[in-house]
Nanobody, 128 residues
Framework: QVQLVESGGGSVQAGGSLRLSCVAS??????????MAWFRQALGKEREGVAA????????DYADSVRGRFTISQDNAKNTLYLQMNSLKPEDTAMYYC???????????????????WGQGTQVTVSS
């Protein structure tokens, strides 16, 4: 499986911005980019889907709670996935994870069990 490493998390005041990165390595081919997503898990809560870039970047989708504020993108030359987060709110505080998989799945991208590769996470803390 592809190795994923997130970075870019930190502490920021409400209304601020952060840009998360997810670098892929030790991949046998580029098929891991078939579907990639960002998930987050707040303390004491279940992990939830934040944003996804699917079909090798052909389409993107977002959770309703972040739509209009977050942007997912990728730089294939750098094997890197990004999550630009603007207008951050305290409720965005969570550990953010990058995920990837090269297999077709009939359900929603936000169903976490379909992803075979996961990073270790990067913490985002937003204060009011």
């Amino acid at each position: 499986q592809v190795q994923l490493v997130e970075s870019g998390g930190g502490s920021v005041q409400a209304g601020g911005s952060l840009r998360l990165s997810c670098v892929a390595s030790r991949y046998p081919n580029s098929s891991y980019r078939y579907k990639m997503a960002w998930f987050r898990q707040a303390l004491g809560k279940e992990r939830e889907g934040v944003a996804a870039i699917l079909r090798y970047g052909g389409i993107t989708d977002y959770a309703d709670s972040v739509r209009g504020r977050f942007t997912i993108s990728q730089d294939n030359a750098k094997n890197t996935l990004y999550l630009q987060m603007n207008s951050l709110k305290p409720e965005d505080t969570a550990m953010y994870y990058c995920a990837a998989d090269n297999r077709y799945y009939s359900g929603s991208w936000s169903d976490e069990q379909q992803y075979g590769s996961w990073g270790q996470g990067t913490q985002v803390t937003v204060s009011s």
